[in-house]
């Protein structure tokens, strides 16, 4: 049983360039959540989707967009990126009806 | 606001010697505390959920407990492998979709 996969694992931007980021859920989970995570840093919530839909967002500015697909995967694209957006990514999945979430390992972004 | 905080940021132990770690929360009202483990580079890995005062759980050498006000997770004999960064989060009964928001984490050394 997969659990929730993310690509790319790494990636190198310039700034004021877009990044797109990617999440597969773990099989059987329709929630999807993303988070932002500095060096030595608790993650920050970023947004959830559940059916197709953001239906919460945390306090990130409007160059933080994403995404989900009926297949439940979801994209988080980042516009203009500065070098303060250099950060962990990290997808979580659940189930709607379920307090807890499963993590994938993230995406290391560097913006120089 | 909704607060929660770690400590000690960073510790340091002897194989085998037990400690405490603490996480302090001030919320609206509590649905869940979670603690995650982190490993360097990769995605959090759930470890317990608590939901009420009193209530502990335990696996192999981690046992979590939860008060009103905080939640502990002892660390008894410790090995090297247990060499991680370990964060809390809580949920929120305000909050419909349940959000994690986490402490900044505590980063545990081990030392043969």
């Known amino acids: 049983d997969a659990g929730v996969t993310q690509s790319p694992t790494h990636l190198i931007k310039t700034r004021g360039q877009q990044v797109t980021l990617r999440c597969s859920p773990k099989?059987?989970?329709?929630?999807v959540s993303w988070y932002q995570q500095a060096l030595g840093q608790g993650p920050q919530f970023i947004f959830q989707?559940?059916?197709?839909?953001?239906?919460q967002r945390g306090n990130f500015p409007d160059r933080f967009s994403g995404h989900q697909f009926p297949n439940y995967s979801s994209e988080l694209n980042v516009n203009a990126l500065l070098l303060g957006d250099s950060a962990l990514y990290l997808c979580?999945?659940?189930?709607?009806?379920?307090?807890?979430?499963?993590f994938g390992s993230g995406t290391r972004l560097t913006v120089v | 606001e909704d607060q929660v905080t770690q400590s000690p940021e960073a510790l340091r132990l002897q194989e085998g010697e037990s400690s405490s770690l603490n996480c302090s929360y001030t919320?609206?009202?509590?649905?869940?505390l979670f603690w995650y483990r982190q490993d360097p580079g990769k995605g959090p890995e759930f470890l317990f959920t608590?939901?009420?005062a009193g209530e502990e759980k335990e696996k192999e050498r981690l046992k979590a407990t939860l008060t009103k006000k905080e939640s502990f997770l002892h660390i008894t004999a410790p090995k090297p492998e247990d060499s991680a960064t370990y964060l809390c989060?809580?949920?929120?009964?305000?909050?419909?979709?349940?959000?994690?928001?986490f402490g900044a984490g505590t980063q545990v050394v081990v030392t043969p």
């Open positions: 979580a999945s659940s189930w709607a009806g379920a307090h807890g979430y499963t």
């Open positions: 989707y559940y059916e197709e839909e953001e239906r």
């Open positions: 989060a809580v949920q929120v009964t305000t909050d419909s979709w349940g959000k994690l928001q």
């Open positions: 919320v609206s009202g509590l649905r869940g």
């Open positions: 608590l939901y009420s």
């Open positions: 099989s059987g989970h329709d929630t």
